[in-house]
Every structure is written in structure tokens, then in C-alpha cells.
């Protein structure tokens, strides 16, 4: 739902040549450059949509500000982190997923290059094959568990795009009933009836979308009419959002949102200046940032304090200790507004899908044999349920009724989450006399009615009509749903013609008028969640989201701390438990999601015979390397054998006495001890440096830090990661013979030379 004030676009840190493939245009809009560590080169190929926190930037319709090269490891990690991943890490989805011995970091790349592919043509299906395609041969063992994963979880293949749609997978047997056809439901449905289920949604009222609702406004003569978002609207962010994708596959195109000049009216129609509505702003964000501090230095004290009384009512009733949770997940890019409204997204959702309309489900009875959902329409039976009911709705004594009960957690996270409230006026007028703004903004003097129509959107732009949308939030639009419509288009009328009167422009009377009244429908009882006074913050959302079994399943945007009160925070709840309901499924008939990855053994016998002596002489290396510098380690005469000296996060073992290596020290350093250590830099680098210059490293002021530049800087030593060359692999070889360790010049009892079996 919208929330707030005015939208903002996307983070500067995101690269321009990023926005073509996160606000997906088509493939061949870039130039691809892929990194040589895991690809070939044979081929070519709505509160957060208006909270302020400084300019960002982005554009909807694909195509970036300036065009600037980026190597495209950087564009993939990019899309990576957009849409929600670690970029360098693994989610606890993929927890498990790689054999010990094989590398996290390459796995990482794999799967960012794999995703990447995909949001460059959402149209297309990626199969496994085509996904490898780029992927050099050594590391294509990998391609399998990252794909399956991506696919697997609604990262890739998902949407719908006819050949999406068209997807080759089995027909299912198990059945699932979602409850509400909304986008969590609808999104759920979609993904799993394009993986082989048999799905079928139930839903309470006579249309699809809950909370999102187009209609159609029109005059009494049908001469004029047009297209009205009456609940959420704004698409908040297109990098990464999974609805700028549905849009891309439907071809819709989306209408960037200005937010640069939202002017600001007084009621006698004088404009708020300029200035001191970025003096406002900055007090604001000042007294966010101290809020922050107030709620860190409170602990969980903070649980009791609403953000109203940290900020003096500037926002109501939130809890000031996690009244910031989602911040850090934010879709970057331009905020847009759907021209013909977001029903366009529901009806290509729904495309196919068997959905009972007016179908309240009033009973969910569950047990390890399967569910039954009681509903105006009838009994359903299947295999598992996914609940995507409004809290809202959870919250009411004459809910649907769950049995056996809900668990004491869920019911008492239901209790503790907010529900809030935010109500329209919509107005469609003969014609356009505000201009070629996107929003402007009225500015109350009497603190109760700051919500009171305090935001303006105009539809005109998008909706095939003068539309004009009046925003009533807080306090205000809980008073609004008692206000008779006659009264409530009064005051927009009397407000207008205040705002535009002394301008000399004169305000026609509306062809229709709209009110809604999202706190009194019964499908919902509100507009979207929030974190009340009390709350636990994400671990009720948490709580809201856990299944009941392998049987009952929860999605809807208050089962998300990430993006908790937005339309995508609803729709990726939906693929995220059409993920869930598939891996229980498939758990129960025995099967493994997972793929069988290789042993450390089969991948050297699969390698070329290059790669294998490559590979062993490596493993050769890392096992010398450790012995040397193992402080444990004792030489052939059961002598202490590690390194000679250490100081902070360095360590030197002597050249041997009477070699050429005497003045010679290895030095090996551990940067995973640097605090500012680079977070991929391996954990431990060696080099060679002569005895003086180790003396002046460990008599270095200033700590590791200072000794590290020191070594890189004025001592000009190159600091290198395995393998070693040259002299620092000579002086290596001299200390391994000189100690008489193992490996040094017998090919041990391994296959490889170093000791070591074939099962890795």
C-alpha cells in the first residue's frame, strides 16, 4: 500500500550500466565481458516509497543515464544484491548445497552469472544446459546446484512469460489449495502450477488482487473514463522488484514517477518554500538518525516507546526500536507508477488459474494426512494449504478458524504486529488543471489532520483520465471511514479550489467520486502491517511466516521482515512458500532436490590430465605451507618445526643456516585478522622478504595495519596468495628439505604425492 510522502529512485552505488539488467531490458542492450576466473569467452550471447533519506536516482524504462563499461562480474553482482542474495555468500537455502571440498567463492560466481542471465531476458527459460553454456568446463560440476537452486526458490524461470509457462516439468500429483487471491496467493499459484501441481485458489471476494484493486471510473454518460488504483499503486523501486519483472514478460510499460518537484501547498493555496522544505527534510532525517541512537542505547527498552513519542508524533503508534528494519532492503531504481493500473499484473497472474470466487474460507483443518478448507463454496481437500489471509483479518474474533489452533507463537505475533490504515479519494474531473506533476503535497496547520489529504497523485498521466487520487493516513484515516463520501468530497473540492483558486484556475466538479474504506471491508480490515508498540519486530514477522507442519503454509506481505507493507513483499512471500510447499513435497516422495555433486576424487578423474598435476602440485603446496608454519609442527628429530618468529598477523620461518637463503625469511600474513582485511582476500598470503627487512617490519609504530603498508609500499615486496614462484618457492623447498618435513622429496603414500587419500 502506499504510505507515505514521496517516492525515491535508486541507490548511487548501483551502476548504470546495472539498471539494463535490473530494470530488465532486453538482452541485447549490453556488451558482455564475462570473468575469466569462471567464464568462457567462446560465445556471445508505497511507506518506503516516500520516506526521504537524500536523491536517488534510476530510470524505468530500462535504459541508463550515461553509459559507462562494466566488467560484468560487477553488473552480476550487482543483480545479486538487487534482488536479495549475498552476493559472495550463501543463503540458508543453500546451506549444505556444495561438497566440503569445493569452493563457496566460485559457487558464488557460478550462481550470480546463472541469475544474471536470466533478468537479461525474462521472457526466455534458462535451461540447466544453456545456463552452463558459459561456464568453463572445470567448474560446470557447480552449475547444477546453483541452477537448480535459483529455479527452486523463484530467482530464475519464474513469472509469466509463455515460455515460463510452457516450462518442461512432470506433472505432480499433490494438490494445494491457496486461500485469498491476492499477489502472495496468486504468485504462489502461478510458480507452482508452472512446476506441475494442481493448484486452485479459493477467494473471499468477486475479484482478484485484495488490497490491490483497479477500477473503473467513469462519467455518467461513458463519454470519459478511466483506470483507478484504489489501494496499492506505486511499484516501489524497479531494480530487482519481481513486479517490474511480470511487467517486463506482459510488455507493460512503466510511467517513472517524478519526484524532484512535488510542490507544496498551504490551504490558502500559497506554496511552501522551497528552502524550508529541505530544512524540514534534514530535521527529519536528524531526528531519525537520533531516534536510531535513542532505540541502540534502550535495548529492549525500546520495545515500549512508539516512534510518535521519540520523534514528537511525526509518525504514530510504531514501535522506535524496529521502526527501521526493512531499510537496508529497499528496491533501488525509479519508483513507477502501472498505466491502466496494477490489475494489468493480476489478470496475467491469473491467467489459467482455477480461482472460486466469493469463497470465504471459514475453516482450515489440517492433520499429516493432508487439509481440508472449509468455504462458502464448498470443502477442498488436498495435500497442503498456503494462507495468505490479511493480519488484518487474522486479528478479528470471526477469523477463519484453524484446527488444531494456531500455535502460541503465530497468535501471539498476530496480536503484537500493527495494521494500518490508508484511505483514497478519487476524483475524475472533465479535465486536467493541475499541471504535469506527478504528485504535490498540502501541508496542514492543525497537527491532528496533518494525514488529511496530505498527498495528491495524478493518474492523468497513466490512467486514460483526469484522475485525481487524495491520500488520507494516520489518525486521520481511521476518523475517515465514519465520514459520509459527500462530506469527504466536500472537503477535497473546498481544498482544491483553495489550493488552485488565487492561481486564477478554476476546479470543475467531478464526474465520480470514490472512497475507500480500507479498515471497514471485511476482506482485510486495513491496509498493511507495521510494527506496533510491544512488537518483536522481524521475529513476529518471522513467527507469521513459520508453516505448521509440512501441511499449512503463510505468505502475504506481514510474513516478511524485508518488505513488510508492499506490493513485491507480497508477491515474493508467494514464490518463497511455493518454494517451501515443493520441497516438502518432494521430501515426503523421497526425493532430493539437492543435486549429487562430485567428490574431490571424481572431479580430478573428470579433469584433463593438466588440471589433475595442476591440482596436485597445489594440494602439495597448501600441505608444505601449513607444516612450515604450524606451530604445533615438529621437524624429522621431533624438534619444534613451525615458524621462527611472529608478531600480530605475521609470521617468518628462517632461510636454513649455511644456504643461500640464510638472509631469507617466508613470510606469510593473515588478513582474515585485519579488521579491514578485503572480505574475499584469502585467509592467509605468503612472500619472501630478507632478515633486515623483517626487522624493520616487526619494529614498525602503529600495528599490522601501518606494518602492511610499510611492506607493500616503502619495502616494495609483492604480496602474492598460493602458489609461490620463483625465489619464495626455492626458499620454501630449502626450509621443507632443511627440516626434514614430509612431502619434501618422497611422493609419500598417496596418488598425488602429498600424503593424502582419494577420499576428499
Known amino acids: 500500500m502506499d504510505t507515505s510522502t514521496a517516492p525515491e529512485g535508486s541507490p548511487d552505488d548501483v551502476s548504470d550500466d546495472a539498471h539494463r539488467y535490473l530494470a530488465l531490458s ?46 560484468d562480474t560487477v553488473l552480476e553482482e550487482e543483480v545479486a544484491h538487487a534482488v536479495g542474495l549475498d552476493v559472495y555468500g550463501m543463503s540458508e537455502h543453500e546451506a549444505g548445497l556444495l561438497a566440503d571440498d569445493l569452493d563457496e567463492e566460485v559457487y558464488c560466481q557460478v550462481r550470480n552469472h546463472i541469475l ?44 509469466v512469460a509463455p515460455a515460463v509457462m510452457a516450462r518442461p516439468s512432470p506433472q505432480r500429483q499433490e494438490t494445494v489449495v491457496v486461500i485469498g487471491a491476492g499477489l502472495a496467493g496468486l504468485s504462489a499459484a502461478r510458480q507452482l502450477a508452472n512446476h506441475g501441481y494442481k493448484v486452485l485458489v479459493v477467494e473471499g471476494s468477486s475479484r482478484p488482487g485484495g488490497r490491490v484493486f483497479t477500477q473503473r471510473m467513469q462519467s455518467a454518460d461513458g463519454s470519459i473514463a478511466a483506470a483507478a488504483d484504489l489501494g496499492g499503486s506505486i511499484i516501489t523501486g524497479i531494480d530487482g522488484n519481481p513486479l517490474a519483472v511480470i511487467a517486463r514478460q506482459l510488455d507493460i510499460p512503466l510511467h517513472d ?58 509518525w504514530s503508534r510504531r514501535e522506535a526500536r524496529h521502526w527501521d528494519l526493512d531499510d537496508e532492503y529497499e528496491h533501488g531504481g525509479s519508483h513507477v507508477f502501472l498505466p491502466g493500473g496494477n490489475l494489468r499484473l493480476l489478470e496475467g497472474l491469473a491467467q489459467g488459474l482455477p480461482i472460486f ?71 475524475l474531473f472533465p479535465h486536467c488543471f493541475w499541471g504535469d506533476k506527478d504528485m504535490f503535497g498540502h501541508v496542514s496547520s492543525e497537527p491532528r489532520q496533518r494525514g488529511r489529504y496530505y498527498l495528491f497523485y495524478t493518474y492523468d498521466s ?71 508498540v510491544g512488537s518483536s519486530g522481524a521475529a513476529d514477522y518471522d513467527a507469521l511466516a513459520q508453516p505448521l507442519g509440512d501441511r499449512v503454509f503463510f505468505a502475504g506481505e506481514a510474513t516478511t521482515s524485508r518488505y513488510p507493507a508492499t506490493m513485491h513483499g507480497a508477491f515474493a512471500t508467494g514464490l518463497r512458500e511455493a518454494a517451501a510447499i515443493m520441497a516438502a513435497f518432494a521430501a515426503q516422495r523421497g526425493e532430493e532436490l539437492r ?20 591440482g596436485q602440485q597445489l594440494v602439495q603446496l597448501a600441505s608444505l605451507l601449513q ?28 632461510g636454513p643456516p649455511g644456504t643461500e637463503f640464510e638472509d631469507q625469511a617466508l613470510l606469510a600474513i593473515n588478513l582474515a585478522a585485519l579488521r579491514s582485511a578485503a572480505k574475499h582476500a584469502p585467509v592467509v598470503i605468503y612472500t619472501s622478504i630478507n632478515r ?46 632443511h627440516r626434514g618435513l614430509a612431502g619434501s622429496g618422497d611422493d609419500g603414500d598417496g596418488e598425488d604425492g602429498t600424503g593424502s587419500s582419494d577420499e576428499e
Not at 138 to 151: C, G, N, P
Not at 287 to 296: E, G, K, P, W
Not at 492 to 519: D, H, K, N, S, Y
Not at 698 to 726: F, S
Request: charged share 25%.
Open 26 to 71: 532486453s538482452s541485447d542492450a549490453f556488451t558482455t565481458v564475462w570473468p575469466e576466473a569462471v567464464i568462457t569467452d567462446d560465445e556471445d550471447d508505497e511507506g518506503r516509497a516516500h520516506r526521504k533519506r537524500g536523491p536517488k536516482r534510476g530510470r524505468a524504462d530500462g535504459q541508463p543515464k550515461r553509459q559507462r563499461e562494466v566488467p
Open 116 to 159: 544474471a542471465r536470466w533478468r537479461a531476458d525474462v521472457s526466455a527459460f534458462l535451461s540447466e544446459e544453456e545456463a552452463a553454456a558459459k561456464i568453463l568446463p572445470k567448474h560446470r560440476h557447480l552449475v547444477s546446484a546453483a541452477w537448480r537452486f535459483l529455479d527452486l526458490h523463484g530467482h530464475i524461470n519464474w513469472g
Open 257 to 314: 514517477i517524478n519526484s524532484s518537484d512535488v510542490p507544496l501547498y498551504l490551504r490558502d493555496g500559497s506554496q511552501l518554500d522551497a528552502g524550508l522544505d529541505l530544512q524540514v527534510e534534514a530535521w527529519f532525517n536528524q531526528l531519525l538518525d537520533r531516534s536510531a541512537a535513542l532505540r541502540d542505547s534502550l535495548g529492549r527498552g525500546g520495545d515500549a516507546i512508539s516512534l510518535q513519542s521519540s520523534l514528537d508524533g511525526l
Open 357 to 427: 470466487y466469493n469463497s470465504t474460507a471459514r475453516l482450515l483443518q489440517y492433520s499429516a494426512a493432508g487439509v481440508q478448507v472449509h468455504t462458502d463454496a464448498g470443502v477442498f481437500t488436498a495435500d497442503a494449504a498456503l494462507v495468505t489471509i490479511p493480519l488484518g483479518v487474522l486479528k478479528r474474533p470471526d477469523a477463519m478458524v484453524f484446527q488444531p489452533q494456531l500455535p502460541p507463537r503465530k497468535r501471539a505475533a498476530i496480536r503484537r504486529l500493527g495494521f494500518g490504515c490508508l484511505n483514497k479519494v478519487m476524483l
Open 462 to 532: 497513466i490512467s486514460g483520465g483526469a484522475v485525481l487520487a487524495a491520500l488520507v493516513a494516520g489518525d486521520a484515516a481511521v476518523e475517515f471511514e465514519a465520514k459520509p463520501e459527500a462530506v469527504a468530497v466536500g472537503e477535497v473540492m473546498a481544498l482544491l479550489r483553495g489550493i488552485f483558486g488565487p492561481q486564477g484556475v478554476v476546479v470543475p466538479e467531478p464526474l465520480q467520486a470514490v472512497c475507500t474504506r480500507w479498515a471497514s471491508d471485511p476482506m482485510c480490515y486495513g491496509s498493511y502491517s507495521s510494527v506496533a
Open 595 to 614: 543435486p549429487a555433486l562430485m567428490t574431490g576424487k571424481e572431479m580430478r578423474e573428470a579433469a584433463d590430465p593438466g588440471s589433475v598435476a595442476a
Open 627 to 654: 607444516q612450515v608454519f604450524d606451530s604445533s609442527a615438529v621437524d624429522s628429530q621431533g624438534l619444534p618445526a613451525g615458524p621462527d618468529e611472529e608478531f600480530g598477523v605475521f609470521a617468518a620461518a628462517y
Open 692 to 737: 633486515t627487512q623483517l626487522e624493520l617490519l616487526r619494529d614498525v609504530p602503529g600495528g599490522d595495519e601501518r606494518r602492511l603498508g610499510m611492506l607493500a609500499g616503502e619495502l616494495g615486496v609483492k604480496l602474492v596468495g598460493r602458489p609461490l614462484q620463483g625465489d619464495s618457492l626455492r626458499l620454501l623447498e630449502a626450509i621443507v628439505q
